[in-house]
């Protein structure tokens, strides 16, 4: 056996240039492949994230029929046990109670539609990094105020120091209405939260919508998502399930999953595209192998190596050229990777104002997650072996006699 | 003892168009030992009546028994291990595999036979030594000369200690001191292992060192003896 693999490999340099060109066409392929199926998958995580951390968390609690119906009506009641019993679990990095609704704000001559929402300023800060994002005043405080986005602030013509008027139904049809201070303005890259909605703490949350010890919802950040289902199976039977429900992350974002579904979709037609065209040059690789040596395989055949041997050999040839195609492709590829992970690109002008209209961050953030890089390797190994059928089964075929006397 | 015995043996190329008769009913037999050469003109079906014994082609009609055994009825993927284990091919173009060296190249037959590396070794190169291209042994093909690859060829021939060689003009590309030295060299062997040898040629210095002469026209043979009454 080992014989078989020291004649595929000296088999495969028989013909450098040809070897060098196939490999590099390989090795291209792959750089290409691997940086754009990084870049997509990494703009998924990325939309991922910025929907778990900013809004709907890994995990959330909710009242019965909150999903289906966001009404306060369906909230559901603060229950202690179940708050000491995940802020306790060791999965879990943070747990925020929620309470939102959909208000009315307005200033001066302006109105807008926006969504209120009530949150622990310094867990709201841990999750989503508001703080940060604060550009004017003071961040969101315990105090009867709000904070806003910049367009909301913009739309409204109100400032620092300004009251807003949140105008809203509360629990159980109450009448939700409060002027509020602005504390604070911050920017949000997600455009949505820059322009439709109000922070307020849970405390004014509780007094303006009139939901005392109840929450909307308990959003639950994991520290590793992958442990969704060990708690869900810790919390579920704990849960009275007359007055509680839990969704995970895919159900609260299924319009990006199936974004992200028919988008992934198209970034797989255009690397099959690439690769096929790949595909295609190390068939004409393989067959040129295989047709040139004709003669020598006859005579192989002749003094006595059976066929199955002789396709080990070009199945070998063709695994060496993937192999070595694949690895060196991937080691090029992954220094850029690693770059762009750690330094992504940010675009700014008219590309950045179309990833905000989208609720995007207009940043390209290339994924590092290994398991897309070692299907580019085995894409290119399958590749290979289906580009090697056809020169396989013209070994099949081969008259040796009539190729030996040259009559073939 | 006969090695090799053909019955009515009948070669037909292309049946059902121009049908081409390349061997024609040859009814013939092989002693162990011998050292054959098969002559005749060009066409006259010298290469098909050896591709037919060394069961590289099928008959047409006919039997071919080889050590009682016969060839005729097995399947391709049989052949071929029959070959293998008791049948050497030497070719006019040398033919041998330009990626491995010429230890190599003996060696393989040998590492098809799944033989330990020692007797492999020892075996490879006391039939280069004996071939007088023992110092070639690392060599590649493309670093010998015409003589020496054919010279490593019949090594390779030789290697696994077939019941019989056939070699199909195995001096046509070589000049005349290549030719005697080459012939020497097999006949020299064919006397120390006992392995029969037949060979084809139209080269009349090759036919005199013959010890039997074959001599074939359109698909028949035509006289058969010794070289001075062939």
Redesign the interface.
Known sequence: MS?IFL?AW??LW?NRKRTFITLASIVFAVIIATFMRGIQLGSYEKMLNDAIQNTSGHIAIMGKDYWEDKSLINSMPVDSHMDSLIQSNPLVEVSIPKITSGCLVSFGNATRGVLVMGVDPELEDFQSGLKNKMIAGQYLSSQNSVIIGEDLARYLKADVGDSVVLLGQGYQGMTAAGLYPITGIFSHPLGQLNKRVVYISLGTAEDLFFMYDRRSQQSIVLKDYTDEDKLMSIITPELDTSLYEVQDWRVMNKEILQNIESDNFFGIIMIGILYMVIGFGVFGTILMMVMERR??FS?????????R?LLTVVIVEAVYMAIIGSIVGLMLAFPLVLFYYFNPITFTGEQAELYYEFNMEPILQVSLQPDYMVAQFLIVLVLSLIASILPLNSILKLD??KV??GRQ | MEVIITKDLEKIYNPDTVPVHAVNGISTSFEAGEFTAIVGPSGCGK?TFL?LI?G??APTQGDISILGDSISTKKK?EM??F???NI??V?QAY?L????SAYENVA??M??LNRPQAEIKDRVMELLDAMGVGDKAHQRPHQLSGGQQQRVAVA??LA?KPKFILADEPTANLDSHATETLLDLMLKMNEKEGTTIIFSTHDIRVMNKARRLVKMDDGKIVENGKPDTA
């Open positions: 014989k004649l000296r088999n028989r003669k020598e005579v192989m055949i002749a003094i006595g190596m059976k066929r041997k040796i006699v030996i006397r | 290469t591709n060394g590289l082609e993927s071929t291990d070959r293998l284990h050497g091919f070719f033919n595999i330009p990626v491995m393989f037959i590492e098809l390779r021939a696994s």
